[in-house]
């Protein structure tokens, strides 16, 4: 299988490349990035884009895309209207696109975040954003996708948040982990990898997936 992994200098997106690295069934991995990754393995081939809307000048030097794990994003908190729209909406636009022509028989995963407003008629307008976005993945004609709408991950392999905030509240919630990890409303790093190279082998009709079907979703490659 080969996967493109946007986001992957982000602890969402480290969390699901170090899966990917560590999993068989994955052979070769693209990441698209603003900056470089201070990880290496030689399944890896990076592209540095400064400008993600540029994205389709890929398309000959990507040369297959069983999945895309589209961790890339940013926080509406701090950031104009226009731009998160830009970051959130039409650079994922441009991505979902590339990937459709670059293979339309892929699936693609999109990190989005719970309460997120899949009729795009919330108060709260990062949620109709990413409402937006989760239905432009959903109906573009890929043959599968799935949105993540992730909630509190514990991370692992000592993966960390880019903020300074993000950092200091895992710090102080690291001794309570192994009761964090019990609670079925709680992912991990790995939990969250797995379930993501999972999507591709056990298709499921809910395009939705919370903490919980992660959760669910990683158990079957254990099992099997």
Known sequence: MTVLITGSTGMVGKSVLTQCI???RVKKIYLLNRIPIDLKSSK???FIMDDFLKLAEL???IRNCDACFHCMGITSFGHKSEYYHKVTFEMTKVLTDLVYKINSNAVMTYVSGEGTSTK????ISWANVKGKTENYILNKGLKDAYMIRLGLLIPGNGIKAKTKLYNLFY???KPLYPLMKLLPTITTSRKLGLAMINCLYFPSKNKYLDNRK?????KK???D
């Open 120 to 123: 795009e008629n919330s108060k």
């Open 44 to 46: 890896i081939s990076e």
């Open 221 to 223: 490659h254990l099992k």
């Open 59 to 61: 398309k000959n030097q």
């Open 22 to 24: 560590n999993d068989d």
């Open 214 to 218: 992660i959760n669910n979703l990683c």
């Open 171 to 173: 710090t102080l919630m």
